[in-house]
């Protein structure tokens, strides 16, 4: 047996040591972001350490330490005594509308730890963990998480991928955003064709309960939000139903899927934004395939063994086993209609 090879090892070590630099970034970005550092840090420029601690009402020796880390982690950027951010970094930590923006991620990273204990013990059961049974802040960081993409990318590019459906919701549909979670989704598109109506469906309570009390304050009208299955929703005669992040979530993805066909107008669009994944695992070996195996490991797959049937697709199903699913509910065209880093867009119809 021969001995490890130096270089290949020093380059392990240094990736190893590249990772828990982040992993222990997590709990300090999530710091700055609720106290505002990275807000004020952005709004009043290069300044000094005591100065953004007075500014922001924390203990200077803390912000000291805390902005030492950032710099050191290039989340921040330090020359001559001051720190600030620059543009990008800015968007990325500071900017919650902007498409780049990945605080969120990061709330999400802190969930998945708070998870580990249940995750841990469902290894040697194989059975799930209930979406609802599972950290206590996952909801919110979830929706935060997908935010910046639904924000920038829904009703500007995804939407006018589909053939006629903008069109419908401009002159007044009906749609359906299956799986809505927070409502955010549905909230934008509700903003966007005031002339339509929605409704949005969940099975977890909670999130319905944070979905309204979000359409609540932007005070519109023309949507609503039930607790409900996938595969067992009321409504009928759809122009357009929705699934965003959620269908490789579901315990019975065919069934939801057929559930949907039966719920749309004959000349009704489904459209399904899942996470960009090659259809092996050699296309998905990169680090947007490494984030989203383990989320998919830590979250979905046990979200989908909690449920019926438990058919655990996983966070990289791919495009193929997407419209293979997809096609089961008997759609006869499906189509990826757009794509950005990290989603696909499907369209199906027929």
């Known amino acids: 047996m021969t001995g490890p090879d130096e270089d290949k090892l020093n380059s392990l070590i240094g990736r190893v040591l590249g990772d828990l630099g982040g992993a222990v970034s ?3 970005v999530r710091i700055g972001d609720q106290l505002g550092l990275y807000r004020k840090l952005a709004e ?18 803390y912000v000291r330490e ?5 710099a050191a982690s290039g989340y921040v950027t330090y020359d001559a005594g001051q720190f600030s951010l620059s543009p990008e970094q800015a968007m990325i930590f500071a900017s919650p509308d902007s498409p780049a923006s990945l605080v969120g991620a990061f709330d999400t990273a802190a969930a998945m730890v708070e998870n ?25 960081a979830v929706a935060r998480m997908f935010w910046p993409g639904y924000v920038n990318a829904l009703v500007q590019d995804w ?16 749609v359906a955003d299956v799986g809505c979670g927070h409502g955010l989704s549905t909230i934008l598109m509700a903003q966007a064709f005031p002339a339509s109506n929605f409704v949005g469906y969940d099975f977890h309570p ?13 005070g519109l009208t023309n949507l609503r939000f039930e607790v409900a299955k996938a595969q ?50 050699e296309d998905n070996i990169n680090p947007i395939g490494r984030l989203f195996y383990s989320a998919s490991t830590m979250i979905c797959l046990p979200t989908s063994l909690a449920q019926e049937r438990g058919l655990a697709l996983g966070a990289q199903a791919g495009s193929a086993r997407l419209t293979e699913v997809i096609r089961s509910g008997g759609f006869t065209h499906v189509r990826q209609a757009a794509e950005t880093p990290l989603n696909m867009v499907f369209e199906a119809t027929g």
């Open 206 to 218: 909670a999130s319905i309960a944070a979905a309204e009390a979000h359409a609540q304050s932007h």
């Open 26 to 28: 997590v709990p300090l």
């Open 232 to 281: 067992d929703f009321a409504g009928r005669g759809f122009d357009l139903i929705t699934c965003f992040d959620c269908l490789h979530d579901m315990g019975d993805p065919e069934a939801a899927t057929a559930h949907v066909k039966a719920a749309l107008k004959p000349d009704g669009t489904f459209m399904i934004v899942e996470p960009r994944a090659g259809d092996t695992l």
């Open 116 to 140: 580990r204990p249940k995750v841990q013990a469902a290894f040697r059961t194989g059975k799930g963990v209930a979406w609802g049974d599972q950290a206590t802040c996952l909801f919110c």
């Open 44 to 61: 009043i420029g290069p300044t000094s350490s005591d100065s953004l601690a007075a500014s922001t009402g924390c203990a200077p020796r």
């Open 159 to 174: 939407l006018p991928a589909l053939d006629g459906v903008v069109d419908k919701l401009k002159a007044g549909a009906n």
């Open 66 to 70: 805390w902005l030492s880390a950032q």
